[in-house]
């Protein structure tokens, strides 16, 4: 076969392209920045909320009140008790209606109920891990405190310790090697159980005398800086998360490693592209909380808050929201993971998001035969795909991981059982769920652009 002929019929085979040999690397680069300064001032879900609504204001959202109507050119921001944020914007009069939704909440450690203690000289915070975490990475890495106490009195006092240069930080032990022989005996899961993750918070005794005397101290010193009693922690949501910077990652800088890029790696683009637009569709963010705990609760995707409000739009509208969801599009925005060499055995790299090959379609998610995923259908695939091939947005397919390795879910099946056409789309990362996590710069920018089109 002559060379011609052979390069002619190798175009017929699909490969995936690079996006750093794509797209402009300054523009790249320069989204990244805004990305990283969103990430070190969004570590929980309520300050996610916080952040994104003074980001809003300023592209002239304004709060929308629960129940209230909803009319052509509105462009609000819906903030469900603190933890949830819904962005929308009413286009012209049945104007075509999209839907992104990722979500805010990242894995970290929950401070228990009745969290202080005194143990042997030490003291400590109980915690109960939130989400799918790999316990031992949560051991001898700087942690912050964050979170909102509540008051006898209702009065609310706000936490974030450990992410100033001049803050304590706090920290979880573990075994030094000499002592590990048992330890190291044991399993991965099991070298660092629940049991294990007590945080230290303090060592110095209030007075030599007083029996439980270092934890009175740490009381003392939670009285004398924030007003509160231990009863208060009843009322609480304290949580440490790791108090890490994002950074840049490789001597070409083409990674970012921080907390929660999973998944305000898909969440921080969907916020700009919907701040930015400016055409006639119905665009329609969802910024949800618990999606790592199965999207449960008033704040997750399960809540009926988004019936409310797409029932509120089709009022808007004067058509029955049976014909608003039957004709929406949906984007749910959730990361994948990335293909990585170093554990290549659990992924099969055909159908693995690779770095830095663009955001990342999974038509399913699930584990055992696709059980609980919601399986895009192909028709809406091929519409996508068309929107995607007309903007040059530069895209990759991605399964979790090879058949059976394990598997997960995101918030897609809960749209899309409201008769909503839904497909995952987001950004491959290394190393998700633990402390620090990696993604590349030119998937999230891959991300934004690929969000910008389909609202477009
Ligand atoms: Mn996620
Ligand atoms: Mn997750």
């Known amino acids: 076969m002559s060379n011609e002929k052979y390069n002619e019929i190798e175009k017929l085979a699909y490969k995936k392209q690079n996006v750093f040999s794509v797209y402009d690397k300054t523009d790249v680069f320069s989204f990244a920045e805004k990305y990283k300064s969103y990430l ?17 204001k300023k592209y002239g959202f304004s709060e929308y009140k629960i129940g209230s109507k909803i009319s052509i050119g509105d462009k609000k921001y819906f903030i469900n008790k603190n933890k949830q944020l819904i962005l929308f914007i009413k286009g012209k009069k049945n104007a075509p209606v999209k839907i992104v939704a990722s979500h805010i909440d990242s894995p970290r450690l929950d401070l228990k109920q009745n969290p202080l203690y005194e143990d042997n000289g030490l003291s400590f915070f109980k915690t109960h891990y939130y989400g799918g975490i790999k316990k031992y990475q949560w051991t001898t890495v700087p942690l912050a405190l964050h979170g909102i106490v509540y008051k006898e009195n209702g009065e609310a006092i706000d936490f974030s310790v450990g ?83 994002a950074r840049d990652i490789g001597l070409d800088r083409s990674l970012i490693g921080a907390y929660g890029h999973d998944d305000k ?25 618990k999606e790592e705990i199965g999207s449960e609760g008033n704040t ?53 998001g690779i770095i830095s090959c663009g955001v990342a379609m999974s038509k399913y998610t699930g584990s055992g035969g696709k059980s609980s995923s919601n ?82």
Not at 40 to 54: G, L, P
Request: proline fraction near 3%; include cysteine; aromatic fraction near 8%.
């Open 40 to 56: 070190n001032i969004t570590k929980t879900e309520r300050e996610a909320v916080k952040v994104t609504v003074d980001m809003a």
């Open 163 to 245: 992410e100033s240069e001049s803050d304590p930080i706090f920290y979880i032990t573990d075994l030094l090697p000499h002592l590990s022989r048992e330890q190291n005996e044991k399993t991965l899961k099991n070298g660092i159980t629940a049991d294990n993750l007590n945080v230290f918070v303090g060592s110095i005794p209030l007075d030599e005398d007083l029996k439980k005397a270092i934890k009175l101290n740490v009381l003392k010193i939670l009285n004398t800086q924030y007003g509160m009693v231990e009863e208060d922690f009843l009322s609480a949501e304290l949580c440490f998360v790791p108090a890490l910077k």
């Open 265 to 289: 790696v898909c969440s921080y683009p969907a916020i700009v592209s919907t701040l930015e637009y400016t055409g006639d569709n119905t665009i329609i963010t969802i910024l949800a909380d």
């Open 300 to 352: 997750g995707m399960q809540s009926g808050i988004f019936v409310d409000i797409l029932n509120k739009i089709a009022e808007a509208d004067g058509v029955d929201p049976s014909i608003l969801r039957y004709n929406a599009e949906c984007l749910s925005a959730d990361v994948t993971s990335a293909f990585d060499p170093n554990y290549a055995s659990v992924y099969e790299k055909n159908n693995s």
């Open 375 to 456: 399986d895009a259908s192909a028709e809406y695939i091929s519409k996508i795909r068309k929107i995607f091939k007309e903007n040059n947005v530069i895209w990759q397919t991605a399964e979790l991981g090879k058949t059976d390795a394990g598997g997960g879910g995101t918030v897609a099946k809960y749209i899309a059982r409201l008769n909503i056409d839904t497909v995952d789309l987001g950004v491959p990362v290394l190393s998700m769920h633990a402390p620090y996590e990696a993604i590349s710069k030119a998937d999230v920018y891959s991300c934004y652009l690929a969000f910008k089109a389909f609202i477009k």
